[in-house]
C-alpha cells in the first residue's frame, strides 16, 4: 500500500517536472498525469515479478528469492587492481555498497556469481523491506540489455538507456508549430530524464552489460553511462556485467567485484537451497571432498549442484560434467512426465538425441547472431539450418520451440516473441559440444573472435584436450584482431574448465607462445591500454601456465635460447626476450614464433 502511494506520488511529480520543462522549450505532452502513473505502474509490477523468483526448473520448482539468497560479499576494488597474487583485498557485504561509497556502482563478476539474482534481492528490498535504504530508494527501475539485442526500435533515437528511461515513464513529446527536429528532441529527451531523475530517488539497475552483441551498442551504453554518472545525483545507478567484459572506467562510478562464497556461505546457501540443515550439512561435505571445494565456487554452479546432489546424492568433479548433468537432468525429468501428450517429433526423440538437436540449435544461434536474446526471426532461421538433420519438417519449428520452452526449462519465452537459454553457461556448453563434434575445428572468419567461452569449454570436453588446444592456438589465433580481449576472456575460462593436459614439452611450449603473442601487444600498445588490465591479464597467465607447465619446459629455454633483451613492465617485473631461430622450435608442420617472450616471475618457481 504505501508503494502505491509513493507510485501515484512519483507520477505526479514526474508529469509537473515534464510539463514545466516542455513549457520553457517550446514543446508540449501528449500524455496526461494518469497516462504517467499508469506507465510508472506497468513497469513496477513488472519489476516486482521479475524480482520475486529464480526460474531454476531443475528443482521442483522456482525458488522465492527472498526465500533462498544469501548476501554475498564484494570486493572493495576489482581484483584485477590486486599488485600481487598473494594481496588480500579490502571486503564488504553486497548490500552495504551504499554506504561503502556515494557514486554510482558497477558490480562485477564471473559468470554465475549472483549479479543479477543479487539485484533480484536488492529490487525485493526495495518494495518490501522498510529497513533497506529508505531514505534513499523509493523505487526501481529495471533495464535489462539483453533485450536490446534483438533490434533497437526505429523511436529509439536518443540511445538506448536515455530513450528506455524516457519510454518507460510515458512521455510523449511533440514541437509547437514547428517540424520536429529529431536533434533537438533527443537533447529534450536527455534533459527531461536527468531532471525526473534528479527530483527523485530511484535505484536503477542496468543488468548484463556483457549480454549486449554489438560493440556499438555497448559503446552507445558506455557513452550513456558516463552522462548519467555526471549528471544525476538524486537516484543511484547499478551496471552489472562479467568481470572480462567491462574494463572500463568513468567519473563518479565505482566499481566492485563480487567475491567467491566462502565456507560459511556455502552451508548457508545450501541450507537455503535444499531447504534442511541436516542435508545442507551433507552436501557440503560432499563439496570439501571434491575438487569444487575452492575460491572459484559460484552461486549458480552450488545451485546446479544441490540440484544434481538431490538427485544423485553425489557430485561431479569438472564444470563440464556439470553442465552435462544438468542439462540431461532437465531432459530426463521431462521424460518422466507420463502424461505429458507429444506434439512434435522432438517430443518423441531420446535423450541423447534432443541434447544433440539442442547442441545444434545452441551453435547456429550463437553463431548467427552472436547473443543469448532471440527473436522468433533468429529461430526461424537457425531451425531452417538444422531440421533435416533431425528429420523434421520446416512447419514443426513453432510446436518443437514450444515444447522446448514449456517442458525442458532449459529454453524459455522471456518476452512478446522472444526466447533465451535459461542460462547463458549452457548455451556456451552446449554450443561447445557442437563445435567439439565437427569433423574439423571451425576457422571461418569472424567466428573464433566470437566464441573465446565456447572454444575454451570445447578444449576441455575434447577427448583429447592438449593436441585440441595446441590447434587452436596454432591454427585459429590468426582470425582473431582483438587479441587482448580475447585472450582475456579464453584464458580466464579455460581456468574455470580445468582441462585434462598433458604435461608435456608440447602443450607448454604452445602455451608460452600464447602468452608471448600477449606480451607483444603489451610492449606494442601498453601506452594505448590501461596498464592494471594489461598486468591483470599477465597474472591469470601466469596461474593458468603455472598450473599446467613443466619446470623442465624453462630449463630448455634457459639453457638453449639465446636472451636477446629484456623490458621493464609496468608493475616493475621484467620481460625477458629469448630467441628461438637457432634451433627451429616446431610442432608439427606449425613453425614457432622466432622469439618468445616470459616475465621473471617465470623464471622462479
Same mark, same amino acid.
Request: hydrophobic share 40%.
Given at each position: 500500500?504505501?508503494?502505491?502511494?509513493?507510485?501515484?506520488?512519483?507520477?505526479?511529480?514526474?508529469?509537473?517536472?515534464?510539463?514545466?520543462?516542455?513549457?520553457?522549450?517550446?514543446?508540449?505532452?501528449?500524455?496526461?498525469?494518469?497516462?504517467?502513473?499508469?506507465?510508472?505502474?506497468?513497469?513496477?509490477?513488472?519489476?516486482?515479478?521479475?524480482?520475486?523468483?529464480?526460474?531454476?526448473?531443475?528443482?521442483?520448482?522456482?525458488?522465492?528469492?527472498?526465500?533462498?539468497?544469501?548476501?554475498?560479499?564484494?570486493?572493495?576494488?576489482?581484483?584485477?587492481?590486486?599488485?600481487?597474487?598473494?594481496?588480500?583485498?579490502?571486503?564488504?557485504?553486497?548490500?552495504?555498497?551504499?554506504?561503502?561509497?556515494?557514486?554510482?556502482?558497477?558490480?562485477?563478476?564471473?559468470?554465475?556469481?549472483?549479479?543479477?539474482?543479487?539485484?533480484?534481492?536488492?529490487?525485493?528490498?526495495?518494495?518490501?523491506?522498510?529497513?533497506?535504504?529508505?531514505?534513499?530508494?523509493?523505487?526501481?527501475?529495471?533495464?535489462?540489455?539483453?533485450?536490446?539485442?534483438?533490434?533497437?526500435?526505429?523511436?529509439?533515437?536518443?540511445?538506448?538507456?536515455?530513450?528506455?528511461?524516457?519510454?518507460? *515513464?510515458?512521455?510523449?513529446?511533440?514541437?509547437?508549430?514547428?517540424?520536429?527536429?529529431?536533434?533537438?528532441?533527443?537533447?529534450?529527451?536527455?534533459?527531461?530524464?536527468?531532471?525526473?531523475?534528479?527530483?527523485?530517488?530511484?535505484?536503477?539497475?542496468?543488468?548484463?552489460?556483457?549480454?549486449?552483441?554489438?560493440?556499438?551498442?555497448?559503446?552507445?551504453?558506455?557513452?550513456?553511462?558516463?552522462?548519467?554518472?555526471?549528471?544525476?545525483?538524486?537516484?543511484?545507478?547499478?551496471?552489472?556485467?562479467?568481470?572480462?567484459? *567491462?574494463?572500463?572506467?568513468?567519473?563518479?562510478?565505482?566499481?566492485?567485484?563480487?567475491?567467491?562464497?566462502?565456507?560459511?556461505?556455502?552451508?548457508?546457501?545450501?541450507?537455503?537451497?535444499?531447504?534442511?540443515?541436516?542435508?545442507?550439512?551433507?552436501?557440503?561435505?560432499?563439496?570439501?571432498?571434491?575438487?569444487?571445494?575452492?575460491?572459484?565456487?559460484?552461486?549458480?554452479?552450488?545451485?546446479?549442484?544441490?540440484?544434481?546432489?538431490?538427485?544423485?546424492?553425489?557430485?561431479?568433479?569438472?564444470?563440464?560434467?556439470?553442465?552435462?548433468?544438468?542439462?540431461?537432468?532437465?531432459?530426463?525429468?521431462?521424460?518422466?512426465?507420463?502424461?505429458?501428450?507429444?506434439?512434435?517429433?522432438?517430443?518423441?526423440?531420446?535423450?541423447?538425441?534432443? *541434447?544433440?538437436?539442442?547442441?545444434?540449435?545452441?551453435?547456429?544461434?550463437?553463431?548467427?547472431?552472436?547473443?543469448?536474446?532471440?527473436?522468433?526471426?533468429?529461430?526461424?532461421?537457425?531451425?531452417?539450418?538444422?531440421?533435416?538433420?533431425?528429420?523434421?519438417?520446416?512447419?514443426?519449428?513453432?510446436?518443437?520451440?514450444?515444447?522446448?520452452?514449456?517442458?525442458?526449462?532449459?529454453?524459455?519465452?522471456?518476452?512478446?516473441?522472444?526466447?533465451?537459454?535459461?542460462?547463458?553457461?549452457?548455451?556456451?556448453?552446449?554450443?561447445?559440444?557442437?563445435?567439439?563434434?565437427?569433423?574439423?575445428?571451425?576457422?571461418?572468419?569472424?567466428?573464433?573472435?566470437?566464441?573465446?567461452?565456447?572454444?575454451?569449454?570445447?578444449?576441455?570436453?575434447?577427448?583429447?584436450?592438449?593436441?585440441? *588446444?595446441?590447434?587452436?592456438?596454432?591454427?585459429?589465433?590468426?582470425?582473431?584482431?582483438?587479441?587482448?580481449?580475447?585472450?582475456?576472456?579464453?584464458?580466464?575460462?579455460?581456468?574455470?574448465?580445468?582441462?585434462?593436459?598433458?604435461?608435456?614439452?608440447?602443450?607448454?611450449?604452445?602455451?608460452?607462445?600464447?602468452?608471448?603473442?600477449?606480451?607483444?601487444?603489451?610492449?606494442?600498445?601498453?601506452?594505448?591500454?590501461?596498464?592494471?588490465?594489461?598486468?591483470?591479464?599477465?597474472?591469470?597467465?601466469?596461474?593458468?601456465?603455472?598450473?599446467?607447465?613443466?619446470?623442465?619446459?624453462?630449463?630448455?629455454?634457459?639453457?638453449?635460447?639465446?636472451?636477446?633483451?629484456?623490458?621493464?613492465?609496468?608493475?616493475?617485473?621484467?620481460?625477458?626476450?629469448?630467441?628461438?631461430?637457432?634451433?627451429?622450435?616446431?610442432?608439427?608442420?606449425?613453425?614457432?614464433?622466432?622469439?618468445?617472450?616470459?616475465?621473471?616471475?617465470?623464471?622462479?618457481?
Amino acid at each position: 500500500m504505501l508503494k502505491e502511494i509513493v507510485l501515484k506520488e512519483t507520477g505526479s511529480l514526474v508529469f509537473k517536472l515534464i510539463a514545466n520543462q516542455l513549457k520553457k522549450l517550446d514543446f508540449k505532452t501528449e500524455s496526461s498525469e494518469t497516462d504517467i502513473v499508469e506507465a510508472l505502474s506497468q513497469h513496477i509490477t513488472y519489476v516486482k515479478n521479475w524480482s520475486s523468483e529464480i526460474n531454476f526448473k531443475d528443482l521442483q520448482k522456482s525458488k522465492k528469492t527472498y526465500s533462498v539468497y544469501i548476501p554475498l560479499n564484494l570486493y572493495i576494488s576489482p581484483v584485477k587492481l590486486r599488485l600481487e597474487e598473494g594481496d588480500k583485498l579490502t571486503q564488504a557485504p553486497i548490500l552495504d555498497v551504499f554506504k561503502v561509497t556515494e557514486n554510482h556502482v558497477a558490480i562485477l563478476g564471473q559468470p554465475g556469481a549472483g549479479k543479477t539474482t543479487s539485484m533480484k534481492f536488492i529490487c525485493q528490498s526495495v518494495f518490501f523491506d522498510s529497513d533497506f535504504y529508505a531514505d534513499q530508494f523509493s523505487l526501481p527501475i529495471l533495464i535489462r540489455l539483453r533485450e536490446f539485442n534483438i533490434s533497437i526500435n526505429e523511436n529509439y533515437s536518443a540511445g538506448i538507456v536515455y530513450e528506455y528511461l524516457f519510454n518507460l *515513464f510515458g512521455v510523449k513529446i511533440s514541437k509547437i508549430d514547428q517540424e520536429d527536429n529529431l536533434k533537438d528532441i533527443n537533447r529534450i529527451k536527455e534533459k527531461i530524464v536527468i531532471e525526473i531523475l534528479n527530483n527523485n530517488n530511484f535505484i536503477i539497475i542496468i543488468d548484463g552489460f556483457d549480454e549486449l552483441s554489438t560493440k556499438k551498442n555497448r559503446g552507445i551504453v558506455l557513452g550513456e553511462l558516463s552522462s548519467l554518472a555526471n549528471y544525476v545525483e538524486s537516484s543511484k545507478i547499478v551496471i552489472t556485467s562479467r568481470t572480462a567484459d *567491462f574494463n572500463y572506467t568513468s567519473e563518479n562510478l565505482s566499481t566492485f567485484e563480487i567475491c567467491s562464497l566462502n565456507k560459511e556461505q556455502i552451508l548457508d546457501f545450501s541450507t537455503k537451497w535444499l531447504g534442511d540443515s541436516q542435508k545442507g550439512n551433507e552436501f557440503v561435505n560432499a563439496v570439501e571432498r571434491s575438487p569444487f571445494n575452492d575460491t572459484t565456487i559460484r552461486p549458480l554452479t552450488i545451485a546446479h549442484l544441490c540440484a544434481i546432489y538431490e538427485k544423485n546424492n553425489k557430485i561431479p568433479d569438472k564444470p563440464k560434467t556439470v553442465y552435462k548433468k544438468i542439462i540431461y537432468l532437465l531432459l530426463e525429468e521431462w521424460d518422466e512426465q507420463r502424461n505429458l501428450q507429444r506434439l512434435s517429433k522432438y517430443g518423441n526423440f531420446e535423450v541423447d538425441r534432443k *541434447f544433440e538437436f539442442l547442441s545444434a540449435l545452441a551453435f547456429h544461434l550463437t553463431v548467427s547472431t552472436n547473443k543469448s536474446y532471440f527473436s522468433v526471426s533468429d529461430l526461424g532461421n537457425a531451425y531452417g539450418n538444422i531440421f533435416g538433420d533431425f528429420d523434421m519438417s520446416s512447419k514443426d519449428m513453432k510446436s518443437v520451440i514450444n515444447e522446448i520452452e514449456s517442458h525442458s526449462g532449459l529454453f524459455i519465452q522471456s518476452g512478446y516473441e522472444s526466447y533465451e537459454f535459461a542460462h547463458k553457461s549452457l548455451q556456451e556448453y552446449l554450443t561447445a559440444e557442437y563445435i567439439v563434434k565437427m569433423p574439423f575445428i571451425p576457422n571461418r572468419r569472424n567466428l573464433t573472435e566470437r566464441l573465446p567461452n565456447e572454444f575454451a569449454i570445447a578444449i576441455a570436453i575434447s577427448s583429447m584436450p592438449s593436441d585440441y *588446444f595446441i590447434s587452436f592456438v596454432l591454427n585459429n589465433l590468426n582470425e582473431v584482431k582483438d587479441i587482448i580481449r580475447f585472450i582475456q576472456i579464453f584464458i580466464n575460462r579455460l581456468i574455470l574448465e580445468k582441462p585434462d593436459f598433458n604435461k608435456n614439452n608440447s602443450v607448454s611450449l604452445v602455451s608460452l607462445m600464447l602468452y608471448s603473442t600477449y606480451l607483444e601487444v603489451y610492449i606494442k600498445d601498453s601506452e594505448q591500454l590501461s596498464l592494471f588490465i594489461m598486468d591483470n591479464l599477465a597474472n591469470e597467465f601466469e596461474i593458468f601456465i603455472k598450473s599446467i607447465i613443466k619446470r623442465n619446459t624453462f630449463e630448455l629455454i634457459l639453457e638453449n635460447y639465446e636472451e636477446i633483451s629484456s623490458l621493464p613492465s609496468s608493475d616493475g617485473n621484467i620481460i625477458f626476450t629469448y630467441n628461438l631461430m637457432n634451433i627451429g622450435v616446431s610442432i608439427g608442420n606449425i613453425q614457432l614464433p622466432f622469439v618468445l617472450r616470459c616475465r621473471k616471475t617465470f623464471l622462479e618457481f
